[in-house]
Nanobody, 128 residues
Framework: QVQLVESGGGVVQPGGSLRLSCAASGSIYSINDMAWYRQAPGKQRDLVAIITFGGFTNYADAVKGRFAITRDNAKNTVHLQMNSLKPEDSAVYYC??????????????????????WGQGTQVTVSS
């Protein structure tokens, strides 16, 4: 069983900052890319930022220069520092990770194919 648990959402005024965190736990063998997506009411889920195992990053144009994604490979965590927040940043933010899980039993260890895992989502509201 693999779980992603997010934290750090909330309500903030325009121009403010929030830091989201996501921790992966369970029977993890390796984690490849980690990312943050967001979904506003009535809209599709869009990629916000992505970071590779080696630390290469990419951002949606709407957040470049304001958001920063980081990860700690030793702790299986990913963070999203959000600065200069705007009302249009309001959405449910989801953590995503490509994870290879491991299954162990009596006398065997099995490495499962890489799969996409999602957190439960955390609400970010930017409002005065």
């Amino acid at each position: 069983q693999v779980q992603l648990v997010e934290s750090g959402g909330g309500v903030v005024q325009p121009g403010g900052s929030l830091r989201l965190s996501c921790a992966a736990s369970g029977s993890i063998y390796s984690i490849n890319d980690m990312a943050w997506y967001r979904q506003a009411p009535g809209k599709q889920r869009d990629l916000v930022a992505i970071i590779t195992f080696g630390g290469f990053t990419n951002y949606a144009d709407a957040v470049k220069g304001r958001f920063a994604i980081t990860r700690d490979n030793a702790k299986n965590t990913v963070h999203l520092q959000m600065n200069s927040l705007k009302p249009e940043d309001s959405a449910v933010y989801y953590c995503n990770a490509e994870i290879s899980a491991v299954e162990t039993g009596e006398g065997y260890t099995r490495y499962l194919p890489r799969d996409d895992y999602w957190g439960q989502g955390t609400q970010v509201t930017v409002s005065s």
